[in-house]
């Protein structure tokens, strides 16, 4: 009878124990409902276009980008979207499309690459000053010549000018979730502007990482709808398109855009606030690495920041206080916010993907230099551009870089205050 009692109470205790270890991965459940998975960039960005499901895809197929349309297709033909796919002759014809649909009120989506981006010059401006929030994600490749197909930020950071919002990625997780704040922020009635979601060509894109995505019924609710207060095909509507604005009156719109561009920047954090809350992944303008206490930073965008976090981590262990300020949003660029971060900081060097040929580094490093400035802060600077056409940095040509900081930081700047890292002389 003892021996009855104790094999009940055993199995007692072991279905307790079962009891509260699925309770434990319910309460896991309930604050998370990931799904884990492999996947590369481009599938990461195809798999969120899946769950927005957007209405229109004009596309033009450009490596590194040609999966994407590719994939959704593919998912097109399968019926797992009711999206329409526009196959046209062009890039050029990709983007007319893309605020031609926007225009009608249809959710839009496009993708493209390099000189892809380059051939939509003319109506990239056009679709911002319209005010369309269409999206469009941008795998990063350099322009050419000479002829190269590897990554370099030079194709979007040249369209940076253009009115249009840019977010960038370093790994294939912040693709799939910067997509699906996109058309939030894009679509809020105080922005109303395209935005660009950009990530490393092959490095992100084509490499596969493990990623977490989300279920489908929570990110409809979060993407929501989209219901255009104006739009062309609207019974009734009295808005006009692309209209001739003469001297008296193109100003003023100019600046109603500047406006908007502005306004994003409270959308964008307010945006990755509710998608934290249902997913526990945080995002704001720019991260910051072990910089809370650093003496000497790295500024750096996109896939090159995973190197330079292994170098801040090995530095860490030998006592050097290394610290990184990884940006994600450059359109609208947090430039006050970023000098705030670094305003404690002795030494700083920006590192940016692609030539500007300014005689003065690239476009992150001009622009934040000109904010720290402005914003008082006292740390010595440089600019430094590398990877260009997709060329390897290491974690010792990061080493490298801090090294010299901290002699920068002594001595001052006394050579050069632009250079290029990892170059063959």
């Known amino acids: 009878m003892k021996k009855h009692v104790r094999l009940v109470q055993s199995k007692c205790e072991r279905v307790n124990k079962e009891i509260l270890r699925y309770s434990a991965i319910s309460a896991e459940m309930e604050i998370n409902m990931g799904v884990k998975n492999r996947m590369s960039g481009n599938e990461a960005v195809a798999h969120a276009i899946r769950q927005i499901n957007p209405d229109v895809m004009p596309a033009f197929p450009i490596t590194p980008s040609t999966e994407i349309p590719q994939f959704v297709s593919n998912m097109i033909a399968n019926g797992e979207v009711d999206t329409e796919f526009i196959p046209v002759e062009s890039e050029h014809s990709a983007m007319s499309a893309a605020m031609g649909s926007e225009a009608a009120g249809a959710r839009t989506i496009t993708a493209t690459s390099s000189c892809g981006l380059a051939l939509m010059w003319e109506v990239l401006y056009v679709a911002a000053s319209s005010r369309l929030p269409l999206t469009m994600t941008v795998v990063n490749r350099g322009l050419t010549g000479p002829l190269n197909i590897n990554a370099e930020h030079s194709d979007s950071m040249g369209a940076r000018d253009s009115g249009w919002l840019q977010i960038y990625a370093e790994n294939n997780q912040e693709v799939y979730d910067n997509l699906l704040q996109a058309y939030r922020i894009a679509e809020h009635k105080d922005v109303l502007l395209p935005i660009m979601i950009c990530q490393d060509g092959f490095i992100t894109s084509h490499a596969v990482e493990n990623i977490e995505l989300e ?161 008082k802060n006292k740390a010595e600077a440089i600019n430094i551009v590398y990877g260009l056409s997709g060329r390897d940095i290491t974690v010792n040509d990061v080493k490298d870089v801090f090294e010299r900081l901290k002699t920068i930081a002594q001595e001052g700047v006394k050579d050069t205050q632009y250079t290029y890292l990892g170059l063959r002389e």
């Open 215 to 375: 279920e489908d019924e929570p990110i409809k609710a979060f993407v929501g709808k989209y219901e255009p207060e104006h739009y062309l095909l609207k019974a009734g509507e009295t808005m006009a398109m692309g209209p001739y604005a003469t001297s008296p009156y193109c100003m003023e719109a100019k600046r109603a855009q500047a406006q908007t561009m502005m306004n994003a920047k409270k959308v964008i954090l307010d945006v990755a606030e509710e998608y934290a809350a249902i997913t526990g992944r945080k995002y704001g303008f720019f991260e910051e690495y072990r910089l809370k206490d650093a003496a000497f930073a790295l500024v750096a965008i996109g896939s090159a920041c995973g190197t330079i976090k292994d170098a801040v981590d090995d530095l860490r262990k030998h006592g050097v206080k290394a610290g990184l300020l990884k940006v994600r949003v450059f359109r609208p660029f947090p430039g006050e916010e970023m000098a705030r971060a670094l305003s404690h900081v002795k030494a700083v060097a920006i590192m940016d993907r692609c030539e500007s040929y300014s005689c003065n580094g690239g476009p992150l490093g001009s622009e934040l230099m000109a904010a720290m400035y402005r914003n």
